[in-house]
């Protein structure tokens, strides 16, 4: 599936699950981590040509008073209609794509983690070698929307709606963390996983 000999590893699961926790936690380790998340914010930034397209396609009402994105007004827009969603997605992932595969070739390392929340609702697997699902109860998720993003909880839960289900995430998952105990128990298993990669990655080298 790969034409890049770095093992890829895309790290995904839904919203508020603990992807941001396990990514750090392989960066600790000396594992090259890209996240699509850092790439989506920077190719809208003023100025880039993403935002442009943005702004023709859904108003300028999307942007604050300083003409950067509104991303709280743009996420309300397209959480709540699907059809609105697709309209985005059309726009960046195929400029998010580009970019990833560009920093990968740069980052080097055994192994990497690619850090895709929609990895896939956006049909990213041909971008990975293995796909690692962070997977946590919704109970969990919407406490940390309600910490972190979500005005209400009927917000969070369509926030987390609007993302792949978790047995289609769990479905395609070669590797699994659950993240519903302690900062210890996780970073046990990235340990664990971290140790499973680097053999692969040295097997991949000597095929």
Do not use: C
């Amino acid at each position: 599936m790969s034409t890049v000999s770095v093992l890829r590893v895309g790290l995904t699961g839904g919203i508020a699950s603990g992807k941001t926790t396990v990514a750090e936690l392989f960066a600790a380790r000396g594992v090259p981590v890209i996240d699509t998340d850092e790439i989506s914010r920077e190719v809208v930034a003023p100025g880039e040509p993403a935002l442009k397209r943005i702004v023709l396609e859904f108003g300028s009402e999307i942007l604050a008073h300083d003409g950067s994105l509104d991303r709280r007004r743009l996420r309300e827009l397209v959480f709540s209609d699907p059809v609105q969603r697709q309209r985005l997605e059309a726009i960046l992932h195929p400029i998010i794509r580009e970019q990833l595969r560009r920093l990968s070739l740069q980052a080097g390392g055994p192994y990497q983690v690619h850090v895709i929340p929609l990895l896939i609702e956006g049909g990213l697997e041909d971008e990975v070698d293995r796909v690692l699902v962070v997977d946590a109860p919704l109970e969990r998720q919407i406490e940390r929307l309600l910490e972190r993003d979500a005005e209400s909880e009927k917000q969070a839960r369509a926030m987390i709606s609007a993302q792949a289900g978790r047995k289609s995430r769990l479905a395609h998952a070669d590797d699994l963390i659950t993240n519903e105990g302690t900062l210890a128990d996780l970073e046990a298993q990235v340990e664990r996983l971290h140790r499973r990669y680097l053999r692969l990655a040295d097997e991949r080298q000597t095929q």
